[in-house]
Nanobody, 126 residues
């Protein structure tokens, strides 16, 4: 059974850092791109970035490019979202998702991802 579990959210001051992780079970990372998404109440879930199935390609949306990055640890079947220089507008529930396809690229487009974690809350506030 394919499952994704996020953890590592929390409360941080503006300018701080957090590193949510996504532990994957039921498949290995080499067989799926992993995307990160976020959602605030009353708004649609939006893409943050993704990492391709073999880890060679990373895509980040403009609003986080240069502040966030995505990495993975295949030995632990884990993907992480390193978030630096956090801003209050980064406050959201963060989700990881899998598209269950292999390839050399990825897109953080919600409709392409079929398996989702339960989310982890990130709050940026002083």
């Amino acid at each position: 059974q394919l499952q994704l579990v996020e953890s590592g959210g929390g409360l941080v001051q503006p300018g701080g850092s957090l590193r949510p992780t996504c532990v994957v079970s039921g498949f290995t990372l080499d067989y799926s791109s992993i995307g990160w998404f976020r959602q605030v109440p009353g708004k649609e879930r939006e893409g943050v970035g993704c990492i391709s199935s073999r880890g060679g390609y990373i895509s980040l949306v403009d609003s986080v490019n240069g502040r966030f990055t995505i990495g993975r640890d295949p030995a632990q079947n884990t993907v992480y979202l390193q978030m630096n220089r956090l801003r209050p507008e980064d406050t959201a529930v963060y989700y990881c998702a899998a598209d269950a396809t292999t390839g050399d690229s990825c897109r953080p487009s919600r409709e392409q991802y079929y398996y989702w974690g339960q989310g982890t809350q990130v709050t940026v506030s002083s």
